[in-house]
């Protein structure tokens, strides 16, 4: 394991992730995307936490931060989802059109 | 780690007075929105959070002159954060006079609802104050996820949801480009805090190191989202349409003084030793932001549309102000931060008295015919028109003057050309609602028909409370609009009657405009203050 | 001193926004008395800051007053400031007090007037304009002011706006006006360009060290100034707009086309006077153009016939003196003539007013006469606005107009050709000074004097435009109903005797070799002048008599034309048709104007618009423009589509654009 590896493993988790928003028509699967591209960010600052910076600690805070609020955002983000299925009966986001222009 | 002993940070808990105000008013407009009693809900939610929101202001202005670290290595406070936070709690100021007889906050839950704006406020401040790349991604979370469900207030009708769930999802993908570009500012620099970030740019030469570029990249992205520059706007006039207006009148205002904030910051301050590589992209993205703002305004009949396209190109005037990287550019910025608050606070405050004495919505037929009816209502909006286009003797000419200004003295006088070719595309549609306004006669539908015209109304039974109507489902994927019986939103508090604190609104932040243009000296004064954060800047 | 000078600027913008709000509420007849309450305002405080100002030692006599920074960290030190010296103090003096005395007569005047309100608000308006315009202590003041003089006498002019000939006379001025305002702007960038700041103090204390070794954009810029100047001044060739403007209200000729802002071009060049004494080619052309405009306008004014013209291209004339003094240095000597000019030029025209009043509206000499035992009060104070003008001793207009080509004459060298035109000029003066007299009050009475000895008042059947004949439109496009002349009314009587006691003591102050008053008191403006004269006792004398024998001579010779031998005039006429011809036409300066700018620019145009703007910039242009603005609103429209996806989908492209634009640089 290198550095090269993690951030590789990294960016692919990216376009795992990018690839989901853009092919998903659900929106928990598009937010579950989203999730996806904020661990590969992470996954880049704990890889260069390991391996390139171990003196700077201000990472590991980077993560423990990042973590949490992409736990908020999920929850934030699934409520909302649940409000316009109630509402809708669809969470196709495609359906979601009605602003446009 | 590494065996080490971590010790706290020192914290001035008097220079955190104001953020800790907005947090402690938050929990207690919470708990207050619990109680019984109707009135305390309706009225003493609102008039605990304005209490917090002038306590806040309160604090920052005791705070105005000093300049130090906050939290070590994460939060200062300099001149910048401070003249920032005074417009954001302005604008949350203005904010809860708005929403006061809304009906935003009562689709949802008064103590929810303003919590949620004063969590929002708190998460500008964070970021207004953060000198670290951590704070700056947490003040930026803690400013948008509250506004995601603030846009999606007004629960029962369904282009509110609609625009929440949009913000929530392009918002999330602009925030996750975003910190990837600052993962891999971190993985080059080796730093979080923006003065290590620049020593290490500078000293180690990183400007065209292609992890530090994409980084850099990246970041231009997300905050460019953030600041709603094309094209990366998309989400704005569809968020600015369907949110209540006066979270629109807050988002459209607030988040942008934050943004550009945050823009300063970044890119004057950590960045600063790479300009060479971002300047000339940033100028583009102005350039680009600018026409295409003012292209798209052209021939929108939903003023709250027409305003969003308005705010991208404003942006992108803005945005030539932290491409010249010089202190003139930041002081050019910040002015403008400071009038487009106003200016556009008015603009939005008649559009919300308009919804609520009309049945029209933010259609432009429902400021048709006011300079004769509600001068009290045309004059601000006619003023707000004029100061975005530019006009002398409103701050907006001052603005674009010093921004115009700054672009010639940087170097980039082409970009200021771009500003004046907008400025002409953008007179095009404020002097139609100017015409609109002192040209037409009031249209007649305005006052009399019960059945609302402009404003799409939430299909009946699609409530919260999922009591689903028969019919709705089958109305669901289609939804046609105004349906007959359908729940009125125009008809709402307060029946029709004009509210005095909107028009107050609007009349306090047009004479403010005017005030800028005529009396710009004072804004110049406390701008000037703003320099002392761009140690590196000329 | 610093209230009591804000004060003058704050009556008259109050009186214009008080009296343009209340105009609906109250009674028409109140606002005439708050517009004049608020000149009158003005006048006391201008009095109370000349007090003042002579109460400080002579050092401290240039103040300027900052009311507050209007933007000073953009690289330009635009204030709100006055600058308070004896020479604006002697301008501010002179236009309050005139104004003063025209509003009282306007009360009465404008009384049936259907756009009573509208008359005082545009005349406060005018007012602080002019006022805002002399105490203005820097550029940028100044050129609001000037630019706010011009849209207030536009306004003026064209107040009877059902009038065709108003209207068209509204637009002529302000096209004219705005040719000046463009030189005033354009001057300003050249003299700001060099100096760095636009505080006229500070511009003067610098100028001979900003402009070392480029004299030539000083001169550039104040040649500009000039143009500002002239069309404010209506100085050759810019003075075509001045006769038409007499299509305004009398009081509006009194005030604006006679007394004071026509006066504006005058105070310009004196208060640059450190500028232009820096740039003398540009003083010599001014000096040059105010004597072929007083001649010009003095033989034109010798055959004109409508009374108001004749006054005006009179006007013309005083103003040629006085640029013609101020630009060759004899700064007091034009100021002095501005004051007394100010005094018997309103009197002139208010006496005028009172004529076409009694003559139901029209204005054409030939058919006046005998106006003499009808209107006694006005024959009187005409003759005395009439020798002064003719320069008669002991009348102000003698001393003043003495005084500038005494100076002219000390200076020596080419001056002398200005001091020669001059005495010429003095003399077509008292000719056509007392064939308006003669004309109108001597020989025998017309029927409308006539009847008005028969205690009677000639009203025409049907109000018409005398101009044009066409009817007149009662509402806005009429003097009113009713006459209204000095006899009958105790307002005018007042503000006409008050001038004509001004225009027989205002030359008092400034007699050769026995006062100094307005010398010594504008000295502290002057100090910094390096032009000294010393006029030889014997030329003073010889000055004095020649002046004094020309005048009379003049109206000795319209005696002899007009009144003695009556078909004089039209023998002459007969015999010199050539040069009569070219008079009354003129001097065929509007022809020349068609011919050398209107016709080549209407050709231009016409090609232009045929061609050119058909095929390229409708075309290619605009067409191109409007449908690139179109098209580019249309496809920002399309691609916001409303679908989430498809914004993710372009959140992306620019990401990899970005991207890619970013590793290129690695």
Not at chain 1, 5 to 17: C, K, N, P, R, S
Not at chain 3, 133 to 154: C, D, H, K, R, T
Not at chain 3, 598 to 612: E, K, M
Request: hydrophobic residues 55%; aromatic residues 10%; negative net charge.
């Amino acid at each position: 394991m290198s550095l090269t590896v993690v951030i590789a493993v990294a960016a692919l988790l990216f376009g795992i992730g990018l690839y989901g928003v853009l092919s998903q028509t659900n929106a928990v699967m598009i937010v579950m995307g989203v999730e996806l591209m904020l661990g590969a960010a992470m996954l880049n600052v704990v890889g260069f936490l390991r391996y390139a910076w171990p003196e700077a600690v201000s990472g590991s805070f980077f993560v423990l931060v990042v973590m949490t609020l992409m736990a908020l955002e999920a929850a934030v983000g699934f409520a909302l989802i649940t409000s316009v299925f109630r509402n809708r009966r669809t969470a196709e986001v495609d359906d979601l059109t009605e602003l446009q222009g | 780690m590494n065996g080490r002993k971590l010790e706290g940070p020192a914290i001035d808990f008097a220079g955190l007075s104001p953020l800790l105000a907005l947090l402690g008013g938050a929990v207690v407009v919470l708990m207050v929105g619990l109680l019984r009693g109707r009135a305390a809900r309706e009225h003493g939610v609102p008039a605990l959070s304005f209490a917090t929101l002038a306590a806040s202001l309160g604090l920052t202005i005791w705070q105005l002159d000093s300049s130090e670290e906050l939290v070590a290595g994460a939060l200062a406070i300099d001149g910048l954060g401070t003249v920032l936070n005074i417009l954001f709690v302005s604008a949350g100021m203005a904010t809860v006079l708005l929403s006061w007889r809304a009906l935003a906050p009562r689709e949802s839950a008064h103590g929810e609802f303003h919590a949620l704006l004063l969590t929002s406020i708190a998460g500008m401040v964070v970021l207004a104050w953060s000198t670290n790349l951590v704070t700056v991604f947490l003040g930026l979370e803690l400013l948008s996820i509250p506004l995601y469900v603030l846009c999606a207030t007004e629960m029962r009708r369904a282009t509110s949801l609609e625009s929440g769930l949009k913000y929530l999802i392009v918002g999330s993908l602009g925030s996750a480009v975003f910190l990837y570009g600052l993962a891999l500012i971190y993985g080059a620099t080796g730093s979080t805090d923006f003065a290590g970030i620049a020593e290490a740019n500078s000293a180690v030469g990183l400007s065209s190191d292609p992890l530090m570029l994409t980084g850099i990249a990246l970041s231009v992205v997300g905050l460019g989202f953030k600041a709603s520059v094309a094209p990366f706007h998309q989400w704005t006039p569809d968020v600015y349409e369907g949110a209540p207006t006066p979270v629109t009148a807050f988002m459209a205002v607030a988040t942008k003084a934050a943004a550009f904030g945050i823009f300063l910051r970044l890119f004057d301050v950590a960045l600063i030793d790479s300009a060479t590589a971002w300047a000339p992209a940033l100028a583009a993205l102005a350039t680009v932001t600018i026409i295409a703002g003012n292209v798209g305004a052209l021939g929108q009949s939903s003023l709250k549309r027409m305003l969003a396209y308005s705010s991208v190109a404003q942006a992108g005037y803005m945005l030539a102000g932290v491409v010249v990287t010089s202190g003139l550019g930041v002081r050019a910025t910040v002015f403008y931060l400071a009038v487009y608050l106003v200016m556009n606070l008015a603009a939005f405050a008649v559009i919300i008295a308009r919804e609520r004495e009309t049945s029209l919505g933010d259609d432009l037929a429902a400021v048709e015919g006011i300079g004769a009816t509600r001068p009290v209502l045309a004059w601000p909006m006619t003023i707000a028109m004029l100061s975005l286009a530019g006009i002398p003797a409103t701050g907006g000419f001052i603005g674009k003057f010093f921004l115009i200004d700054a672009t010639v003295d940087g170097g980039y006088a082409w970009l200021g050309f771009v500003i004046v070719i907008g400025s002409m595309i953008s007179l095009a549609y404020y002097l139609r609602v100017i015409a609109a306004i002192w040209m037409r006669d009031a249209p007649a539908v305005a006052q009399s028909t019960p059945v609302p015209a402009g404003p799409r109304p939430a299909l009946a039974g699609g409530s919260p409370e999922g009591d689903a109507g028969p019919g709705s489902v089958a109305l669901g994927a289609e939804s046609p609009p105004a349906q007959a019986g359908a729940v009125v939103y125009g008809g709402e508090p307060g029946g029709g009657k004009a509210h005095w604190e909107v028009a107050l609104v609007a009349v306090l932040c047009a004479a403010l405009t005017v005030a800028a243009g005529v009396v710009p000296q004072p804004l110049f004064d406390l701008v000037q203050r703003c320099g002392d954060a761009f140690t590196n800047l000329v | 001193m610093e209230t009591t000078a804000w004060l003058v600027l704050a009556f008259p913008l109050a009186g214009a926004i008080l009296i343009g709000l209340l105009a609906q509420h109250v009674p028409a007849k109140l606002t005439g008395y708050l517009g004049t309450l608020a000149i009158g305002g003005a006048f006391v405080s201008a009095v109370l800051t000349f007090l003042s100002l002579q109460g400080r030692e002579e050092e401290a006599r240039q103040v300027v007053f900052v009311g507050w920074d209007y933007a000073r960290s953009v690289g330009v030190d635009a204030q709100i400031s006055i600058l308070v010296d004896p020479l604006s103090v002697l301008m501010i003096l002179v236009v309050s007090g005139v104004s003063t005395l025209i509003h009282l007569y306007s009360v009465a005047y404008m009384e049936s007037d259907q756009g009573y309100a509208r008359f005082f608000a545009y005349l406060n308006f005018f007012v602080f304009s002019m006022l805002l315009l002399v105490l203005a202590g820097n550029f940028m003041l100044l050129i609001v002011g000037w630019a706010f003089v011009g849209a207030a006498s536009y306004l003026l002019i064209s107040f009877w706006y059902r009038r065709t000939t108003a209207t068209k006379a509204g637009i002529k001025a302000f096209v004219i006006n705005v040719v000046g305002d463009v030189g005033l702007v354009l001057g300003t960038y050249f003299i700001f360009k060099h100096t760095g700041t636009l505080d006229f103090l500070g511009t003067f204390d610098s100028v001979e060290r900003d402009f070392e070794g480029s004299t030539g954009d000083l001169t550039a810029g104040c040649l500009l100034l000039l143009v500002g100047a002239f069309a404010k001044s209506a100085q050759i060739p810019l003075h075509t707009w001045l006769p038409d403007a007499m299509e305004g209200p009398t009081p509006v000729s009194a005030l604006i086309h006679a007394a004071t802002m026509v006066t504006a071009g005058v105070y310009l060049i004196a208060r640059m006077h450190p500028l232009f004494e820096q740039a003398p080619a540009a003083a010599d052309t001014g000096a040059i153009i105010g004597a072929v405009t007083l001649l010009v306008a003095g033989t034109i004014a010798i055959v004109v016939t409508d009374l108001k013209r004749v006054i005006a291209y009179s006007t013309m004339s005083q103003i040629g003196y006085m640029i013609m003094g101020v630009s060759a240095g004899a700064y007091v000597a034009g100021l002095f003539h501005l004051m007394t000019h100010a005094f018997f030029k309103a009197l002139l025209f208010m006496a005028a007013g009172s004529v076409i009043a009694a003559m139901g509206g029209r204005q054409d000499l030939d058919s006046m006469g005998g106006f003499r035992k009808a209107m006694p009060y006005t024959f009187a104070c005409f003759c005395i606005g009439g020798l002064a003008l003719a320069a008669v001793p002991p009348f102000s207009g003698f001393f003043s107009k003495d005084e500038i080509l005494l100076d002219l004459g000390a200076e020596g060298g080419w001056h002398w050709v200005l001091y020669v035109a001059g005495y010429v000029g003095s003399l077509l003066t008292a000719v056509y000074t007392f064939r308006l007299i003669f004309r109108a009050f001597f020989n025998d009475p017309v029927p409308e004097a006539q009847e008005l000895m028969d205690g009677h008042l000639h009203h025409p059947a049907e109000a018409a435009n005398p101009a044009t004949g066409e009817t007149e439109d009662t509402d806005v496009g009429f003097p009113g109903a009713d006459h209204h002349i000095a006899e009958q009314s105790p307002f005018m009587r007042v503000a006409m005797g008050i001038l004509a006691l001004g225009a027989i003591v205002g030359g008092f102050i400034q007699i050769p070799k026995v006062t100094h008053g307005l010398e010594s008191f504008l000295d502290p403006t002057f100090a910094r002048s390096e032009i000294e004269v010393e006029p030889s006792d014997g030329l003073i004398y010889f000055g004095l008599v020649l002046g004094a024998v020309l005048g009379l001579l003049g109206i000795a010779i319209a005696y002899r034309i007009w009144v003695q031998k009556p078909g004089t005039s039209a023998a002459i006429q007969a015999r010199l048709s050539v040069l009569h011809k070219l008079f009354s036409n003129k001097w065929y300066f509007d022809e020349l104007i068609e011919l050398v700018v209107v016709r080549p620019l209407s050709w231009f145009g016409r090609f232009g618009q045929q061609t050119f703007e058909r095929i390229f910039v409708n075309g290619a242009l605009v067409g191109g423009t409007t449908g690139l603005v179109r098209a580019g609103s249309a496809a920002v429209r399309a691609v916001q589509s409303g679908y989430l996806r498809s914004y993710a989908a372009l959140l992306l492209g620019g990401l990899a654009v970005v991207g890619f634009y970013f590793l290129l640089q690695a």
